[in-house]
Protein backbone atom coordinates (compact mmCIF):
# COMPACT_ATOMS: atom_id res chain seq x y z
CA UNK A 1 0.00 0.00 0.00
CA UNK A 2 1.48 3.43 -1.28
CA UNK A 3 0.38 5.90 1.37
CA UNK A 4 1.03 9.89 0.75
CA UNK A 5 1.97 11.72 3.86
CA UNK A 6 1.45 15.58 4.74
CA UNK A 7 2.78 17.14 7.88
CA UNK A 8 2.58 20.75 8.28
CA UNK A 9 1.67 20.76 12.72
CA UNK A 10 4.88 23.65 13.34
CA UNK A 11 7.49 25.28 11.06
CA UNK A 12 8.37 22.60 8.33
CA UNK A 13 6.30 21.83 5.48
CA UNK A 14 6.80 17.95 4.36
CA UNK A 15 5.89 15.45 2.25
CA UNK A 16 6.60 11.60 1.92
CA UNK A 17 5.65 8.33 -0.03
CA UNK A 18 6.03 5.28 1.94
CA UNK A 19 5.26 2.03 1.05
CA UNK A 20 3.31 -0.40 3.54
CA UNK A 21 4.17 1.81 6.62
CA UNK A 22 8.24 1.39 6.41
CA UNK A 23 9.74 1.73 3.42
CA UNK A 24 10.28 5.42 2.32
CA UNK A 25 10.00 5.82 -1.35
CA UNK A 26 9.95 10.06 -1.11
CA UNK A 27 10.39 12.01 1.74
CA UNK A 28 10.81 16.13 1.40
CA UNK A 29 11.31 18.12 4.17
CA UNK A 30 11.20 22.02 3.52
CA UNK A 31 12.52 23.63 6.76
CA UNK A 32 11.70 27.08 7.73
CA UNK A 33 14.27 27.89 10.39
CA UNK A 34 16.02 31.09 8.28
CA UNK A 35 12.28 32.84 8.32
CA UNK A 36 11.84 32.40 12.25
CA UNK A 37 15.50 32.70 13.09
CA UNK A 38 15.70 36.60 12.88
CA UNK A 39 12.44 36.60 16.03
CA UNK A 40 14.36 33.57 18.08
CA UNK A 41 10.94 31.30 17.78
CA UNK A 42 8.47 30.43 15.65
CA UNK A 43 6.07 32.93 14.47
CA UNK A 44 2.86 31.53 13.95
CA UNK A 45 1.41 33.33 10.96
CA UNK A 46 4.59 33.51 9.04
CA UNK A 47 4.88 29.51 9.33
CA UNK A 48 1.20 29.34 8.10
CA UNK A 49 1.87 31.33 5.11
CA UNK A 50 5.16 29.15 4.75
CA UNK A 51 3.20 26.35 4.57
CA UNK A 52 1.16 27.65 2.20
CA UNK A 53 3.95 28.66 -0.31
CA UNK A 54 5.74 25.05 -0.13
CA UNK A 55 2.85 22.75 -0.03
CA UNK A 56 2.88 22.09 -3.34
CA UNK A 57 6.68 21.67 -4.48
CA UNK A 58 7.37 19.26 -1.68
CA UNK A 59 4.26 17.03 -2.33
CA UNK A 60 5.51 17.66 -6.44
CA UNK A 61 9.59 17.06 -5.76
CA UNK A 62 8.33 13.08 -3.74
CA UNK A 63 6.28 12.24 -6.68
CA UNK A 64 9.41 13.20 -8.86
CA UNK A 65 11.42 11.35 -7.06
CA UNK A 66 9.89 8.20 -6.75
CA UNK A 67 8.53 7.65 -10.09
CA UNK A 68 5.22 7.79 -9.51
CA UNK A 69 1.78 9.65 -9.96
CA UNK A 70 -1.04 10.39 -7.46
CA UNK A 71 -3.10 7.47 -9.48
CA UNK A 72 -0.57 5.09 -8.39
CA UNK A 73 -1.11 6.33 -4.17
CA UNK A 74 -3.79 4.11 -2.19
CA UNK A 75 -3.97 6.74 0.46
CA UNK A 76 -3.46 10.31 1.60
CA UNK A 77 -2.35 10.44 5.52
CA UNK A 78 -2.51 14.19 7.42
CA UNK A 79 -1.80 15.65 10.51
CA UNK A 80 -4.71 16.69 12.21
CA UNK A 81 -3.21 17.57 15.37
CA UNK A 82 -1.68 18.75 17.72
CA UNK A 83 0.26 21.89 16.57
CA UNK A 84 -0.54 25.48 15.00
CA UNK A 85 -3.90 25.69 13.65
CA UNK A 86 -2.87 27.59 10.94
CA UNK A 87 -0.66 25.95 10.02
CA UNK A 88 -2.21 22.51 10.22
CA UNK A 89 -5.25 24.21 8.08
CA UNK A 90 -2.69 24.35 5.24
CA UNK A 91 -2.09 20.25 5.13
CA UNK A 92 -5.54 19.90 5.99
CA UNK A 93 -6.84 21.49 3.69
CA UNK A 94 -4.03 19.90 0.77
CA UNK A 95 -4.99 17.01 1.87
CA UNK A 96 -8.42 17.36 1.40
CA UNK A 97 -8.28 18.87 -2.13
CA UNK A 98 -6.28 15.73 -3.01
CA UNK A 99 -8.55 13.18 -1.56
CA UNK A 100 -11.42 14.75 -3.44
CA UNK A 101 -9.66 15.33 -6.91
CA UNK A 102 -8.40 11.86 -6.93
CA UNK A 103 -10.88 10.09 -5.20
CA UNK A 104 -8.63 9.03 -2.65
CA UNK A 105 -9.36 8.05 0.95
CA UNK A 106 -7.76 10.15 3.91
CA UNK A 107 -6.54 8.87 7.05
CA UNK A 108 -6.21 11.66 10.03
CA UNK A 109 -2.97 11.29 12.21
CA UNK A 110 -2.20 12.72 15.86
CA UNK A 111 1.26 14.30 15.06
CA UNK A 112 2.44 12.53 18.41
CA UNK A 113 1.57 8.77 17.01
CA UNK A 114 3.65 10.00 13.66
CA UNK A 115 6.86 10.30 16.28
CA UNK A 116 6.24 6.75 17.55
CA UNK A 117 5.89 5.52 14.31
CA UNK A 118 9.63 6.81 12.86
CA UNK A 119 10.40 4.24 14.45
CA UNK A 120 9.04 1.70 11.96
CA UNK A 121 10.90 3.58 8.78
CA UNK A 122 13.47 1.64 7.06
CA UNK A 123 13.12 -1.20 10.13
CA UNK A 124 10.71 -3.98 10.53
CA UNK A 125 11.01 -3.17 14.85
CA UNK A 126 7.46 -3.94 16.30
CA UNK A 127 5.40 -3.00 19.56
CA UNK A 128 5.06 -4.13 22.10
CA UNK A 129 7.30 -1.30 23.72
CA UNK A 130 8.02 1.43 26.04
CA UNK A 131 8.36 5.11 23.87
CA UNK A 132 9.73 7.93 25.57
CA UNK A 133 8.27 10.83 23.78
CA UNK A 134 10.38 13.93 23.91
CA UNK A 135 9.81 16.66 21.63
CA UNK A 136 8.83 21.03 21.65
CA UNK A 137 5.88 20.55 22.96
CA UNK A 138 5.71 17.29 24.92
CA UNK A 139 7.43 14.73 27.10
CA UNK A 140 5.61 11.61 27.22
CA UNK A 141 6.11 7.90 28.40
CA UNK A 142 4.07 5.44 26.02
CA UNK A 143 3.75 2.43 26.64
CA UNK A 144 2.34 1.04 22.86
CA UNK A 145 1.09 -2.49 22.93
CA UNK A 146 -0.04 -2.42 19.06
CA UNK A 147 0.41 -0.25 16.07
CA UNK A 148 -2.60 1.85 17.14
CA UNK A 149 -2.73 0.92 20.63
CA UNK A 150 -1.23 2.92 22.82
CA UNK A 151 -1.65 4.07 26.52
CA UNK A 152 0.11 7.06 28.28
CA UNK A 153 2.05 6.50 31.44
CA UNK A 154 3.34 9.97 32.67
CA UNK A 155 3.69 13.60 30.99
CA UNK A 156 5.42 16.84 31.99
CA UNK A 157 3.62 18.57 34.15
CA UNK A 158 5.53 22.15 33.03
CA UNK A 159 7.92 22.64 30.42
CA UNK A 160 8.47 20.42 27.40
CA UNK A 161 11.70 18.71 27.12
CA UNK A 162 12.25 20.33 23.93
CA UNK A 163 11.07 23.82 25.23
CA UNK A 164 13.77 23.52 28.11
CA UNK A 165 16.59 23.15 25.57
CA UNK A 166 14.95 26.27 23.63
CA UNK A 167 14.52 28.57 26.93
CA UNK A 168 18.36 27.17 28.22
CA UNK A 169 19.55 27.88 24.98
CA UNK A 170 17.99 31.41 24.91
CA UNK A 171 19.43 32.15 28.19
CA UNK A 172 22.84 30.83 26.31
CA UNK A 173 22.26 33.46 23.48
CA UNK A 174 22.31 30.56 21.05
CA UNK A 175 20.67 30.61 17.50
CA UNK A 176 16.89 29.52 17.11
CA UNK A 177 16.42 26.65 17.55
CA UNK A 178 18.02 26.13 20.43
CA UNK A 179 18.04 22.17 20.83
CA UNK A 180 20.41 21.27 18.14
CA UNK A 181 22.60 24.59 18.62
CA UNK A 182 22.99 23.52 22.79
CA UNK A 183 23.62 20.26 21.40
CA UNK A 184 26.64 21.41 19.41
CA UNK A 185 27.72 23.48 21.89
CA UNK A 186 28.04 20.86 24.98
CA UNK A 187 29.43 18.13 22.01
CA UNK A 188 32.65 20.60 22.47
CA UNK A 189 33.13 20.07 26.13
CA UNK A 190 31.97 15.93 25.59
CA UNK A 191 35.05 15.66 22.97
CA UNK A 192 37.27 17.38 25.40
CA UNK A 193 36.26 14.73 28.27
CA UNK A 194 37.15 11.99 26.01
CA UNK A 195 40.32 13.03 25.44
CA UNK A 196 42.25 12.25 29.15
CA UNK A 197 45.85 12.84 28.31
CA UNK A 198 44.37 16.53 27.82
CA UNK A 199 45.59 18.54 30.87
CA UNK A 200 43.03 21.17 29.44
CA UNK A 201 40.00 18.91 29.17
CA UNK A 202 40.70 17.82 32.66
CA UNK A 203 40.58 21.05 33.92
CA UNK A 204 37.15 20.93 31.65
CA UNK A 205 35.95 18.10 33.64
CA UNK A 206 37.08 19.64 36.91
CA UNK A 207 35.38 22.56 36.60
CA UNK A 208 31.84 21.19 35.51
CA UNK A 209 28.58 22.61 37.08
CA UNK A 210 26.01 20.67 38.25
CA UNK A 211 22.21 20.50 38.42
CA UNK A 212 19.39 18.35 40.54
CA UNK A 213 17.56 16.15 38.85
CA UNK A 214 13.30 17.16 39.58
CA UNK A 215 11.98 14.16 41.78
CA UNK A 216 8.55 13.90 40.59
CA UNK A 217 5.77 11.23 41.95
CA UNK A 218 5.14 8.37 39.53
CA UNK A 219 6.32 8.64 35.28
CA UNK A 220 5.99 12.36 35.37
CA UNK A 221 8.48 14.93 34.17
CA UNK A 222 8.81 18.71 35.76
CA UNK A 223 11.60 20.93 33.65
CA UNK A 224 10.88 24.18 34.38
CA UNK A 225 13.25 23.66 37.62
CA UNK A 226 16.41 23.13 36.01
CA UNK A 227 15.37 25.78 33.10
CA UNK A 228 15.11 28.32 36.57
CA UNK A 229 18.50 26.56 38.00
CA UNK A 230 20.29 27.75 34.78
CA UNK A 231 18.51 31.02 35.14
CA UNK A 232 19.43 31.38 38.77
CA UNK A 233 23.18 30.33 37.90
CA UNK A 234 23.20 32.86 35.00
CA UNK A 235 22.34 35.96 38.19
CA UNK A 236 24.87 34.79 40.31
CA UNK A 237 28.05 34.09 38.56
CA UNK A 238 29.75 36.92 36.33
CA UNK A 239 28.66 37.95 33.01
CA UNK A 240 32.23 37.00 32.38
CA UNK A 241 32.52 33.59 33.91
CA UNK A 242 28.93 32.85 32.62
CA UNK A 243 30.16 33.73 29.04
CA UNK A 244 33.80 31.58 29.13
CA UNK A 245 31.73 28.99 30.95
CA UNK A 246 28.51 28.51 28.38
CA UNK A 247 30.15 25.06 27.00
CA UNK A 248 30.15 23.47 30.47
CA UNK A 249 26.91 25.10 31.39
CA UNK A 250 25.14 23.44 28.35
CA UNK A 251 26.98 20.33 29.01
CA UNK A 252 26.02 20.21 32.18
CA UNK A 253 22.43 20.83 31.54
CA UNK A 254 22.20 18.39 28.67
CA UNK A 255 23.11 15.85 31.44
CA UNK A 256 20.89 16.57 33.54
CA UNK A 257 18.24 16.38 31.43
CA UNK A 258 19.77 12.79 30.23
CA UNK A 259 19.67 11.75 33.90
CA UNK A 260 16.29 12.96 34.27
CA UNK A 261 14.64 10.85 30.83
CA UNK A 262 16.81 7.34 31.65
CA UNK A 263 15.51 7.61 35.83
CA UNK A 264 12.13 7.58 34.92
CA UNK A 265 12.61 5.05 31.91
CA UNK A 266 14.24 2.68 33.94
CA UNK A 267 11.65 2.65 36.48
CA UNK A 268 8.54 2.30 33.61
CA UNK A 269 10.74 -0.47 32.57
CA UNK A 270 10.79 -2.02 36.24
CA UNK A 271 6.82 -2.03 36.89
CA UNK A 272 5.89 -2.76 33.51
CA UNK A 273 8.66 -5.45 32.64
CA UNK A 274 9.10 -4.30 29.29
CA UNK A 275 12.69 -4.26 28.53
CA UNK A 276 11.92 -2.92 24.21
CA UNK A 277 12.27 0.71 24.63
CA UNK A 278 12.75 3.50 21.76
CA UNK A 279 13.08 6.59 21.60
CA UNK A 280 11.30 9.34 19.71
CA UNK A 281 10.57 13.34 18.59
CA UNK A 282 13.15 15.62 18.31
CA UNK A 283 15.21 15.98 21.11
CA UNK A 284 15.41 12.26 20.65
CA UNK A 285 18.39 13.56 18.08
CA UNK A 286 20.53 14.93 20.94
CA UNK A 287 23.77 13.22 20.96
CA UNK A 288 24.16 12.87 24.76
CA UNK A 289 20.69 11.53 25.19
CA UNK A 290 21.32 8.67 22.21
CA UNK A 291 24.49 7.70 23.54
CA UNK A 292 23.26 7.84 27.53
CA UNK A 293 20.46 5.37 26.30
CA UNK A 294 22.19 3.19 24.22
CA UNK A 295 24.58 2.64 27.01
CA UNK A 296 21.79 2.18 30.19
CA UNK A 297 19.56 0.27 27.69
CA UNK A 298 22.25 -1.68 26.10
CA UNK A 299 22.18 -5.73 24.99
CA UNK A 300 24.31 -6.40 27.77
CA UNK A 301 21.77 -5.01 30.32
CA UNK A 302 19.26 -7.72 28.70
CA UNK A 303 17.52 -4.53 26.95
CA UNK A 304 16.64 -3.81 23.09
CA UNK A 305 16.38 -0.63 22.12
CA UNK A 306 15.15 1.25 18.86
CA UNK A 307 16.03 5.17 17.66
CA UNK A 308 14.69 6.72 14.45
CA UNK A 309 17.19 8.51 12.00
CA UNK A 310 18.38 11.60 12.96
CA UNK A 311 16.10 13.25 10.07
CA UNK A 312 13.29 11.00 11.27
CA UNK A 313 13.63 12.47 14.88
CA UNK A 314 12.30 16.24 14.16
CA UNK A 315 9.32 17.15 12.12
CA UNK A 316 8.76 14.67 9.24
CA UNK A 317 5.82 13.29 6.92
CA UNK A 318 7.26 9.55 6.14
CA UNK A 319 6.41 9.16 9.91
CA UNK A 320 2.67 10.39 9.32
CA UNK A 321 2.39 8.12 6.05
CA UNK A 322 3.55 5.31 8.41
CA UNK A 323 1.05 5.87 11.35
CA UNK A 324 -1.41 6.51 8.46
CA UNK A 325 -1.14 2.92 7.20
CA UNK A 326 -1.16 1.21 10.80
CA UNK A 327 -4.35 3.47 11.18
CA UNK A 328 -5.86 2.41 7.36
CA UNK A 329 -9.05 1.37 9.02
CA UNK A 330 -9.67 4.39 10.22
CA UNK A 331 -9.36 5.89 6.74
CA UNK A 332 -12.53 7.17 4.84
CA UNK A 333 -13.94 9.88 1.80
CA UNK A 334 -15.47 11.78 4.87
CA UNK A 335 -13.72 15.31 4.50
CA UNK A 336 -15.57 17.03 7.08
CA UNK A 337 -12.85 17.19 10.22
CA UNK A 338 -10.67 20.16 11.18
CA UNK A 339 -7.38 20.52 13.06
CA UNK A 340 -6.54 20.50 17.06
CA UNK A 341 -4.26 22.12 18.91
CA UNK A 342 -3.82 20.66 21.68
O1 LIG B 1 9.57 16.79 17.17
P1 LIG B 1 9.97 18.16 16.84
O2 LIG B 1 10.69 18.39 15.53
O3 LIG B 1 8.73 19.13 16.85
C1 LIG B 1 7.70 19.00 17.78
O4 LIG B 1 6.83 18.15 17.58
O5 LIG B 1 7.79 19.76 18.79
O6 LIG B 1 10.86 18.68 18.05
C2 LIG B 1 11.39 19.95 18.08
C3 LIG B 1 12.18 20.10 19.36
C4 LIG B 1 12.71 21.51 19.56
O7 LIG B 1 12.48 21.89 20.90
C5 LIG B 1 14.20 21.35 19.29
O8 LIG B 1 14.99 22.29 19.96
C6 LIG B 1 14.44 19.94 19.78
O9 LIG B 1 13.31 19.22 19.35
N1 LIG B 1 15.66 19.35 19.21
C7 LIG B 1 16.75 19.04 19.96
C8 LIG B 1 17.72 18.55 19.07
N2 LIG B 1 17.20 18.56 17.80
C9 LIG B 1 15.94 19.06 17.92
N3 LIG B 1 16.95 19.14 21.29
C10 LIG B 1 18.15 18.75 21.75
N4 LIG B 1 19.14 18.29 20.96
C11 LIG B 1 18.98 18.17 19.63
N5 LIG B 1 19.98 17.70 18.87
ZN1 LIG C 1 7.02 16.85 16.23
Known amino acids: MLVL?????????????????????????????????EWGGVVPELASREHLLYINEV?????????????????????NGPGLLGSLLVGINTAKTLSWIYNKDLVTVN?????????????????????????????????????????ILGTSIDDACGEAFDKVAKLLDLD??????????????????????????KAIINGCYKFPVAQVANYDFSFSGLK???????QRI??????????????????TVAKTLIQKMKKACADTGIKKIVLAGGVAA???????????????????????????????????????????????????FTAFSR
Open 238 to 255: SAELWNLDKAKIAYAFQE
Open 111 to 151: HLHGHICANYLESDFQPPFLCLLVSGGHTQIIKVDDYSDYQ
Open 5 to 37: GIETSCDETAAAIVKDGREILASKVYSQIKTHQ
Open 59 to 79: IEQCFELAQLNFSQIDLIAVT
Open 176 to 201: YPGGPSLDKLAQSVADAKVSHRNIEA
Open 286 to 336: NSKIRTEFSNEFSELNGFSISKPKLEYCTDNAAMIASAGFFEQKKASRDLN
Open 228 to 234: TAVLRLK
